[in-house]
């Protein structure tokens, strides 16, 4: 679905983000992370900024390079492709989205974090996306929507 409505949105897998985050040798991606504040407040990729849903820019963004690589993510990819897609539009050359956003991040047993600290739960979204996350690391039992 998400390819199928961005189709012009560049993807980066998460295991290729991973092996980025731990080079010492190429640049670090800036990690967006377009969830609620309550979703990120759960949990989140090491160093992601979040940028709220729906927005097409802050001034962190703003401040950056065009070229500067960024990858975007929400709970499934849709959020961040939605976001991806205007920062291309906008100019920026080195935008992907993360497949699978932070459930498959998380569901491949990846580090998230809360407050500096690494934590085994992330925010379901809602029930019904909630149930591509493993359910061990289901923060809560979302309320149907």
């Not at 990120?40 to 990729?45: I, N």
């Not at 580090?111 to 085994?120: A, I, M, N, S």
Request: net charge negative.
């Amino acid at each position: 679905m998400v390819e199928r409505d961005f189709p012009g949105v560049e993807h980066v897998s998460v295991e290729e983000l991973n092996r980025r985050l731990q080079s010492a040798t190429e640049p670090h991606p800036v990690l967006l992370d377009v969830r609620e504040e309550a979703e990120y407040a759960v949990s989140h990729l090491p160093g992601a900024i979040r940028v709220s849903p729906g927005s097409e820019t802050t001034d962190y963004i703003e401040s950056l390079n065009p070229d500067t690589p960024i990858v975007a993510y929400c709970s499934v990819g849709y959020r961040s492709s939605e976001l991806a897609e205007k920062l291309t539009e906008r100019g920026f050359t080195n935008v992907e989205n993360l497949e699978g956003s932070i459930f498959e991040w998380a569901n491949r047993g990846y580090l998230v974090e809360r407050d500096g600290h690494e934590v085994r739960e992330v925010h379901p979204f809602d029930e019904r996306w909630g149930s591509l996350l493993n359910e061990s690391l289901r923060a809560y039992e979302p309320s149907s929507k």
